[in-house]
Each structure stands twice: as structure tokens, then as C-alpha cells.
């Protein structure tokens, strides 16, 4: 067989791009909580929670179960509900001169002063932003959302922001969950919402070298619907894939679920093109020359763009590995007598370093909450159950109320690969009390993953606040890290009179050196006279805790205005005052004004 030509190996662009997210999102998405209109938790008629939609595998379904724990974990009265707030039908007046919005439209580039485009760009997804969205209001606009098609548009656009003085805060899929996306109250300028998605179209792939180069705005489950369709995957896939952009992924450092087979966005990063605001320089742009898989050439500034955050410029091309799709995909899952036996065989799995695509261990809280999730099918599934629950306790003498479950996700190219992976996880299992426990209950976890988020969304009419929050710990701290953040949680809750509480946690990544552990929190918080000041005082008294038991300010959620003040503390006043001084030579008029990861970073 004739090999291919270089030429042949690429697949020339670019590749137009039709998204599944409209540019006038509103049109598709809810403009006040998470995901798609057609696709929510609500109490029918018979006062059981259903989920609803055809988007997602429980869609339609009845959840008595789930129904039944709402009501004994957080004493909800699910016929007192609360909607939220109508749309808004006014809006801040935008402060945009003429002059400003002449040289927009002499440019060409699509932009609009509408209000609601606005405040759909006014915000990411903290609990803060959704519950200004139901019962307040977002206290600052931008002020004009433009629409760029290209880097040169991004370059264009920086260069009228500089002329005339204005603000310009980057967005992609608008998922942030640290409050970067929110525009300062106090910037008095006028600021402009850069969005990327019109900035959606794959460049090219080489198929030799595996890589495909890609524009920021490119949304990731067009990204691997497009490269699915040529048979390839990037094999990146943060919870918030369907929505989070290509360039918001670089710009915080995202995980992926399966990092373990493809790596972290660091790790798929070959070469990133970045529009700084240095607009009295022949060239805006920061990008490294030569496109190798490594090189030593003193300090890595592809580095110094991940994880920016939107303060040092636009993130406009990417160019990032791709893989075969894998031939075989299977789920597993085990169930583990206790947390620590959990951890223990995840750390073995770590160490042997066999970890199959996707590995994430459940604590007993978050065991219960899944099965809770579990739609009925009538009197066989309850007998089904009966029986399931009755061999874990009677004859393996687990105590259902310790027990904890690993979901696992194997990929290969054919059985026989995936068979090994398998022999291997669960003879570790086994070693630590461990039992198979079947394929059902691994893929409904990871598809749980998506449909989560919602349930942030339903609480909050029931008078329920719930949130997540993550860090990064070495394996020798992990247990008692979890042991010390739930004992700081239960504490605050106690002092702060909260009855009526959840806190969970998860292994969600496994490393060499640690792991990702995620936490879920959720409490009632009706008759209180500042609710979400009370959660925050209560996640930052946690974030505390994680940082004195040997965790991180943040493992990929990023850290935004939200956890600002605890990054001299991350990186220590060297630290600081050398992103500071890299703030100032890439982006000396403020231009990028977001005030993420050090709000004092400007002129």
C-alpha cells in the first residue's frame, strides 16, 4: 500500500464550523441558570421531580427517588415553589461614544447595544451571578458585545479599544465558575464584550503529526463532532464541554475527565496565538515560532498564556494533539466498604500508573445521591434493588452507609486492550475490599456528569442553594483534607443555624504525586437575610481549610475575582509582582481589565 504525501496528510481549511449554540444564545439557552431551555428538573402534577427534554438520558423520566431524598436530606416542601424573576424589559444605557462605535462599524465587525446581549455576557455560572439572575440583578453591563470573525478582527478590535480608551473583556462559552466573566462595577470606561464564538472554525488537522489547529471560539461539543466525523478526538472533555470554549479551556487550564488517556489542556497544547494589548508595537502578537512537540528555548511563554484568564490578551488560534477515536469503550464501576479504602486503591492505581480513561471515587453522600438519581421501572427495579443492596451488606457484610463507589471508563482499540486494563483495575480493587459492581453503574455516573449543573438551577426555587468547589492535594494529605474541609463545613453550618445540610465530596483525577478532589455543598437557606454572603463566608472558611490541610487555591476551576484573594498566597510576592510586571508590558493601557487573579494588576 502506497504511503499518503505530506500534502495528503493535511486536511486543508479552514472548516466552517455550524455551532449548536446560536449567536443570539438566548435563543437556545435559559438567559438566568445553566444549559438548554428545553431541558430542566420540575415537580409534576403527581409531586414527583422529572427531568425534562430529550437531550439527556433521564430526560422525561420520573425521579421518585431522587423526589424522596430532596425532601429528607434538605426538608423541602416541593409544593412551595419560588419561580424567579421575569426578564428583565430594561437595561443600563450603554456608554458607548460615536466616535468608538463608527470605527466598529467602519471595520465590519458584527456588534450589538442590545440589552439582553449584554446581560447574557454579564456573568458566568457562580451561585452568585444565577441568584442575581433569579432575585436581583447583575450590577454591571458591558456596555457593546462584538462578534469577531477572525484574529485579525481580535487585533482590529484591540487596536479602536486602545484609541479610544475603552475596556475589553473576552468570553467564550460563558461558563466561568470563578466570576471572571463579570465586568467590574466600578470601571468607569466603556466596556466591550469580545465574544469568540463566531470565531469557530477548525484551520486544519494533520493527520501524519496528529494535531489540528483551531480558532479560540469553537465550542467543544462542535470541536468533536467535527473531528469525530474524520475519525479523530481531541479526548478533552470537561464537565462543561457542551457549552466552554476551545480558548476559555487555555485560558483557565481545564481538566478533562479522560486526562488519564489524553492529558490536560496543558498537555494537549502544541502552539497558541495570543492578541496582547502592546498596540504600539509592529506586532501584537505573543506566539512561539516553531510548532514541535517540545523544545528548550528558555522560558515557556505558551505557559504564561494558560491560565491568563482573559488579562493579558485574546486568545485567538490554538493548534492542540488529536487521537484516533478508540474502537472499544466500556464502563465499570466497584463499590469500595469505605472512603479510605477507596482512596487507597485509587492511590495504588496511581502509583502502577493504570489508571483506564476515567477513574473518579464517590463518597458515601455522593453514592447515596446518585442512586437517588436512578429513575423507577416499576416494581421489578425496587426488587432489583432489594436484592442488589441486600448481597453488598448481608453476604459481603458492607455497611451500606460507609460505602463508597469508583466509576470507571475504559478505552482501547480493540477487546483485548481494554480486557487488560480491566484484569488491572479490579484485581487493585479486590486487594482493598473492593467488588465489581458493574457497567450500569459506571456510565450512569459519567452521565450524571451533564445533568448536575441543573439541579443547582432546581434548588434555588426551592430555596436551596448548592455549589461545588475542587482543589488539588498530594495523596499523603487527601484523607484527612477531606476529613477537615466537611468537619469546617458542619461546624460553620452549626454556628450559622443551618439545620438542613450536604456537603460530599470526590476523587476526580489521579496523579502520580495527588489528586483532584471535588467538594458538592447544598443547604436550605429561606427566613435568611443574606444567603449568598452566607455561602460565600462558608466556601471561603472551606477554601481555608483546603489550604491549611495541603490543598491548592484551585486544581482547574481557575481563580478569577473570586478566589483573588488567596493567590499571593499561591504563588507568594515574587510571584505577584511578576505577573504584575508581565501585566504591564503585555497589556499597558489596562485594556484587558477583567481584574481576575490580581484586581490590582493595572496602570
Keep these: 500500500m502506497s504511503r499518503k504525501t505530506p500534502a495528503e496528510d493535511i486536511i486543508k481549511g479552514p472548516t466552517s464550523v455550524q455551532s449548536v449554540i446560536p449567536r443570539t444564545r438566548q435563543n437556545l439557552l435559559k438567559w438566568n441558570g445553566w444549559g438548554y431551555k428545553d431541558s430542566e428538573f420540575r415537580v409534576n402534577e403527581k409531586m414527583i421531580i422529572e427531568f425534562t427534554g430529550s437531550r439527556y438520558p433521564i430526560g422525561n423520566l420520573q425521579l421518585p427517588y431522587f423526589t424522596q431524598w430532596v425532601k429528607d436530606i434538605f426538608g423541602v416542601d416541593l409544593g412551595d415553589r419560588r419561580p424567579p424573576q421575569p426578564l428583565p424589559d430594561t437595561f443600563p444605557e450603554a456608554n458607548v461614544s460615536r466616535e468608538f462605535l463608527q470605527a466598529i462599524e467602519g471595520l465590519k465587525i458584527t456588534h450589538s447595544l442590545d440589552g439582553m446581549d449584554r446581560l447574557f455576557r454579564a456573568h458566568g455560572h457562580t451561585l452568585r451571578e444565577i441568584y442575581q439572575l433569579k432575585r436581583g440583578h447583575i450590577e454591571r453591563l458591558p456596555d457593546i458585545v462584538l462578534w469577531p470573525k477572525c484574529h485579525d478582527d481580535v487585533e482590529n478590535i484591540v487596536r479602536i479599544c486602545v484609541k479610544y480608551g475603552a475596556a475589553c473583556i473576552p468570553i467564550g462559552g460563558g461558563t466561568s465558575v470563578s466570576r471572571a466573566a463579570s465586568c467590574p462595577k466600578n470601571e468607569r470606561r466603556t466596556i466591550v464584550s469580545l465574544d469568540t464564538s463566531q470565531m469557530n472554525r477548525i484551520l486544519w488537522i494533520d493527520q501524519e503529526n496528529l494535531v489540528a489547529c483551531c480558532e479560540t471560539g469553537i465550542i467543544g461539543q462542535d470541536l468533536e463532532r467535527e473531528l469525530r466525523l474524520k475519525g479523530f478526538t481531541t479526548g478533552h472533555e470537561p464537565d462543561s464541554y457542551e457549552f466552554s470554549s476551545l480558548g476559555g479551556w487555555v485560558a483557565t487550564r481545564a481538566s478533562g475527565m479522560k486526562k488519564n488517556t489524553y492529558g490536560n489542556i496543558e498537555d494537549l497544547l502544541i502552539r497558541v496565538k495570543m492578541v496582547t494589548g502592546r498596540t504600539e508595537d509592529s506586532s501584537l502578537i505573543l506566539e512561539r515560532s516553531a510548532q514541535v512537540p517540545r523544545l528548550s528555548s528558555g522560558p515557556d511563554f505558551d505557559q504564561t498564556i494558560l491560565g491568563s484568564e482573559g488579562t493579558l490578551g485574546v486568545i485567538t488560534e490554538v493548534t492542540l494533539k488529536i487521537r484516533p477515536l478508540p474502537k472499544i469503550v466500556k464502563y465499570g464501576s466497584v463499590i469500595f466498604p469505605d472512603f479510605q479504602a477507596g482512596v487507597s486503591a485509587m492511590r495504588e492505581v496511581a502509583r502502577q ?61 480493540d477487546h483485548q486492550e481494554v480486557a487488560n486494563q480491566e484484569k488491572k483495575i479490579y484485581s487493585i480493587a479486590k486487594e482493598f475490599g473492593g467488588l465489581a459492581a458493574g457497567d450500569t453503574n459506571g456510565e450512569r455516573g459519567y452521565i450524571l456528569t451533564f445533568v448536575i449543573a441543573y439541579i443547582r438551577d432546581f434548588g434555588l426555587e426551592f430555596g436551596v442553594f448548592s455549589e461545588s468547589f475542587e482543589t488539588s492535594v498530594p495523596w499523603s494529605r487527601a484523607l484527612s483534607l477531606c476529613r477537615n474541609v466537611k468537619a469546617r463545613v458542619a461546624k460553620d453550618c452549626k454556628e450559622m443555624a443551618i439545620n438542613h445540610y450536604l456537603i460530599s465530596c470526590r476523587v476526580t483525577q489521579t496523579y502520580d504525586a495527588g489528586c483532584c478532589i471535588y467538594f458538592y455543598l447544598g443547604f436550605t437557606y429561606l427566613g435568611r437575610d443574606n444567603p449568598v454572603e452566607t455561602y460565600e463566608k462558608i466556601e471561603e472558611n472551606a477554601r481555608e481549610e483546603i489550604i491549611a490541610s495541603g490543598g491548592s487555591i484551585s486544581h482547574h476551576h481557575g481563580v478569577g475575582k473570586m478566589r483573588a484573594r488567596f493567590y499571593p498566597d499561591a504563588v507568594g510576592d515574587t510571584g505577584v509582582q511578576l505577573y504584575r510586571a508581565t501585566k504591564a508590558f503585555l497589556d499597558p493601557h489596562n485594556i484587558f481589565a477583567a481584574g481576575n487573579l490580581d484586581p490590582r494588576a493595572k496602570l
Excluded at 500508573?353 to 421501572?377: K, T, V, Y
Excluded at 421489578?380 to 471508563?409: E, H, P, R
Design 353 to 413: 500508573r493504570c489508571q483506564p480513561a476515567s477513574i473518579r471515587l464517590m463518597d458515601n453522600e455522593q453514592f447515596q445521591f446518585g442512586q437517588a438519581l436512578r429513575p423507577q421501572h416499576g416494581f421489578s427495579d425496587k426488587i432489583m434493588q432489594t436484592l442488589k443492596q441486600a448481597y453488598v451488606t448481608k453476604i459481603k457484610g458492607f455497611n451500606w452507609g460507609t460505602v463508597c463507589v469508583a466509576t470507571l471508563l475504559f478505552e482501547g482499540h
